[in-house]
């Protein structure tokens, strides 16, 4: 299964931006799917991961509040609504999947390429 990642754009702070991470075949309801950002000059890190059975969500504090994680179990599609954005939110964001939810990157065994967000203040 590969993952496109879509969405990215130019935006100014407080603004919305919805991200989709779309599978190119059946998402199984054991995998969880995520999202992880990499600002220039930084490492990668967690955004956003839901299971895909269940639906249980998880977030990393600085976004919790503002970004909501949902799937379309229909179309294998995760998206990542991104609210109130921040300069400190830009970064290139990437759709992962794994057999077991966490919040470093070797959790994840499935990585799509990278979306670009630029916040502007």
């Known amino acids: 299964v590969q993952l496109q990642a879509s969405g990215g754009g130019l935006v100014q702070a407080g603004d919305s931006l919805r991200l989709s991470c779309a599978a190119s075949?059946?998402?199984?309801?054991?995998?969880?799917v995520g999202w992880f950002r990499q600002a220039p000059g930084k490492g990668r890190e967690f955004v956003a991961a839901i299971r895909w059975g269940s639906g249980i969500r998880y977030y990393e504090d600085s976004v919790r509040g503002r970004f909501t994680i949902s799937k379309d179990s229909a179309k294998n599609t995760v998206y990542l609504q991104m609210d109130s954005l921040k300069p400190d939110d830009a970064a290139v964001y990437y759709c992962t999947m794994g057999n077991h939810y966490g919040t470093t990157q070797n959790v994840y065994d499935n990585w799509g390429q990278g979306t670009l967000v630029t916040v502007s203040s």
């Open positions: 075949g059946r998402i199984y309801s054991s995998k969880v």
